[in-house]
């Protein structure tokens, strides 16, 4: 079968790279000059920013999206990592603790800054179990089909009633109704300026989907109680437009096409039948299959025509919510970049980087360097270093700093010759100088 994709969003590129596997002919159209739509990548001067979307959800290799992966043969081309999410507001910043303190270390840190409002949070942990669990059956329902998807889908609907009579409350109302606190509603509620929805437009049951547990810390565990696992969050090692780049690779290294700055300006139907797109430079292409990923409005009134379209059909076309478009600004700054400037303005060679990022070890002289002192404070970090720094053939001395005796034992088994204890040492040295002024005193 000759299939014409129009759009090379991820939607667009997935869909041909099944086509393809399936043993059909692909040409994907796209209008802009690179591939990718939401998730194609902007680079400049060396820098690349991501267009849209940072965080998957259910992308682990016995998830949604994995399985997708997975059947497209390309999951293992892929780097994943998870992430924490950090919320800073004007006030307080929510941030994961240094020593992980289990799943629901989020909301006892809400109800030390809103004690007014700890019963809404234990109210909200149990509609966010409950909610989860739902939504793990609803999903394993699907998988399993026959028998087995029915008997999860009943226990799907038995877990769902008590939710039931909130069902039409908007996140507004609900937010509301749990909190007295309009900061802690915030708390809840500010990601949906991403969806470009407002509270009172979005639907109350909705806020746990929009805020889950183990997006905040990658320690929290997926098992969201026996009934099943909910879904991870990952982003990709290089952004999710190198996912775009394997599909992208793939569907040309399997035969297919993919033309960019070509905008389809029709689809082409006779008698209800699809016959092929004609192009805005007025290439006509024909094909037995048109796959449009664009919006609904676009491709069906735009691109196809109401004439070739049933009236209710249209109707409800109509009625389709427009999404607004969003303009993200992503910004990265600094922890310090005052200490950089003050080293620079001595002389010190500096290098700037994110030692999680793969690519860093290999800026620093690797080979050459006789003594590298890893100072960073969280121990995941320091051995995340050190085996990078290994990797990357470095054999020689390793200094690195600890802030407990565990995290000294766990980085001299990995090598370190040399531990500093920045707190204890700071301790001894106070002691030590205390001591000798009263030794000097008494000798007075
Ligand atoms: C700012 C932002 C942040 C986001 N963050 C996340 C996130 O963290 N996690 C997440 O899961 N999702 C996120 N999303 C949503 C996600 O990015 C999108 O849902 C997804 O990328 C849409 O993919 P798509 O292929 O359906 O559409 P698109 O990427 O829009 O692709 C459609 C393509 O079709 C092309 N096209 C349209 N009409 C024509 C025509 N007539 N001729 C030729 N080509 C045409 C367009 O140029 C475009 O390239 C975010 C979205 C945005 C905007």
């Known amino acids: 079968m000759r299939a014409v994709v129009i759009g090379s969003g991820i939607s667009g590129l997935t869909a041909g790279l099944m086509l393809l596997r399936d043993g059909h002919q692909v040409w994907i159209l796209e209008q802009f000059p690179t591939p990718g739509g939401v998730t194609a990548a902007v680079s400049k001067d060396g820098f690349t920013w991501e267009l849209g979307q940072l965080v998957l959800e259910g992308l682990g290799r016995d998830e949604q999206l994995g399985y997708v992966l997975d059947e497209l043969g390309i999951y293992d081309r892929l780097e994943l990592k998870r992430n924490d999410r950090i919320y800073s507001f004007p006030d307080f910043v929510i941030r994961p603790p240094e020593e992980y303190a289990g799943p629901w270390w989020r909301m006892e840190k809400l109800a030390e800054l809103f004690p007014e409002d700890r019963t809404g949070l234990e109210e909200y942990c149990r509609m966010y179990v409950r909610f989860r669990e739902v939504v793990t059956l609803a999903r394993l329902a699907e998988r399993a089909g026959g028998l087995r998807g029915l008997a999860l889908k009943a226990r799907m609907y038995r877990k769902l009633l008590p939710l039931l009579p909130r069902a039409k409350w908007s996140a507004e109302r609900m937010g509301a109704h749990l909190f007295s606190s309009e900061q802690l509603q915030a708390v809840f509620m500010s990601i949906l300026a991403d969806f470009v929805v407002r509270p009172s437009q979005f639907p109350g049951l909705g806020i746990p989907a929009v805020n889950p547990e183990p997006a905040f810390d990658a320690r929290v565990p997926l098992q969201v109680s026996a009934v099943g696992r909910q879904p991870s969050y990952h982003s990709i090692v290089g952004g999710v437009n190198a996912l775009v780049e394997v599909l992208v690779d793939e569907i040309t290294s399997a035969g297919g096409k993919i033309s960019t700055g070509t905008e389809v300006s029709r689809i082409r ?176």
């Open 269 to 444: 139907v006779e008698d209800g039948v699809v016959k092929g797109v004609t192009c805005a430079d007025g290439a006509e292409i024909d094909a037995d299959l048109v796959l449009a990923s664009g919006g609904a409005k676009e491709v069906f009134l735009d691109l196809v025509g109401e004439d070739s379209l049933p009236e209710a059909y249209v109707a409800q076309i109509h009625d389709v919510p427009l999404m607004e478009s969003i303009f993200m600004v992503h910004l990265g700054v600094d922890f310090d970049p005052e200490a950089l400037k003050y080293a620079r303005g001595r002389g010190i060679a500096t290098q700037y980087g994110d030692i999680e990022d793969p690519e860093f070890v290999n800026t620093l002289p690797v080979s050459t360097a006789r003594l590298m002192v890893i100072a960073v404070p969280r121990l995941a970090e320091s051995l995340h270093v050190i085996r990078s720094l290994r990797a990357a053939g470095y054999t020689a001395e390793l200094v690195a700093t600890a802030y407990d005796s565990d995290s000294a034992k766990t980085l001299r088994e990995h090598g370190v010759s040399r531990v500093l204890r920045p707190l204890s040492d700071a301790a001894d040295e106070a002691a030590a100088r205390i001591a000798s002024d009263m030794t000097e005193a008494a000798q007075r």
